[in-house]
């Protein structure tokens, strides 16, 4: 099977976050790589007036979206139009465009056919708590999962294209130990560190990660596509406060936990293709 990979995520900055690194390793190895995100961030921060208003925030976090896209290398981006759902218990979530209030039939059949038009090795997406419970990492990853296994059903809507079985399915997680990390920063810096802890609490166990991809070669890319969304790390956030190094002692490591197929208790693995066979190009 070609290796290939497809990511689903819900927001502009996830894959800065989450995967830019092992993206742009895969560029460098000429393995094609597709993102999908779910919305355009529409209700996300605005960390500077000057960057954009509640009007066109959408519209500038996909130009945000787009220049991250290149600095990894990105080869495809799929926006799906659906509306950004607003952090959880907030007047957004009940927005009838909202993505969380979607059919999850229409979703599924529009990811799955995604999949069988992709034809990836490998599918990554959220773990279940969304990373740290975001109503819509949670929505793309139950989608995601359903569209996953859909995908490979031949009785599953057949008009959308041939069944496709990928390889594997990842989480990108957020390991606890990471969560540790930048609490430790936000202490170091006199700050209350406390924020952390509800995040600690829906983060990733570090003994459930399979396979953790060291970025640091390409840390210069994953911070260079974490900039262009200027509008969600503004002055104010802790990566910008502290230095550049020790950003990368937290994310110079990009962490994933294997869902599909099922792992075995110990099992590690050194790439996300690692054991698959790569067929020709
Ligand atoms: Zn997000």
């Known amino acids: ?81 659906y509306r950004d759902s607003g952090m959880e218990g907030t007047d957004e979530n009940h927005d009838p465009r909202a993505f969380v209030n979607q059919p999850a039939h229409e979703v599924v059949a529009r990811l799955a056919q995604l999949i069988r038009q992709a034809q990836p090795s490998v599918v990554v997406t959220f773990d279940p708590q969304g990373g740290y419970g975001h109503p819509d990492h949670i929505a793309i990853h139950q989608h995601a999962v359903a569209a996953f296994h859909a995908a490979a059903d031949p009785s599953y809507m057949p008009a959308l294209g041939q069944p496709w079985q990928a ?72 990566f910008r406060r502290i230095d550049v190094d020790t950003v990368q002692r937290i994310m110079g490591r990009e962490h994933f936990a294997l869902a599909w197929p099922e792992p075995t208790p110990d099992l590690r693995l050194e790439t996300l ?3 698959l066979t790569r067929g020709p190009q």
Request: hydrophobic letters at 45%.
């Open 167 to 238: 390889s594997r399915l990842f989480y990108n997680v957020i390991p606890r130990s990471r969560i540790a990390l930048m609490r430790d920063q936000m202490a170091t810096l006199g700050e209350d560190p406390s924020r952390f802890d509800r995040f600690a609490e829906r983060a990733w166990p570090d003994e459930k990660v399979h396979l953790t991809v060291d970025v640091t070669g390409q840390f210069a890319a994953k911070w260079q596509a974490l900039m262009c969304h200027r509008t969600q790390l503004g002055d104010e956030h802790l």
């Open 1 to 81: 099977m070609t290796h290939r990979l497809l990511a689903f995520f819900a927001h502009p900055d996830d894959e800065s976050f989450g995967l830019a690194g092992s993206i742009a390793k895969l560029a460098a190895q000429r393995i094609p790589t597709t993102l999908v995100c779910a919305t355009r961030g529409e209700v996300g921060q605005i960390s500077h007036p000057a960057l954009a208003t509640a009007e066109n925030i959408g519209a500038v976090r996909e130009r945000e979206l787009r220049a991250a896209a290149q600095a990894m290398k990105l080869d495809r981006l799929i926006l799906l139009d």
């Open 273 to 275: 293709f690692d054991g």
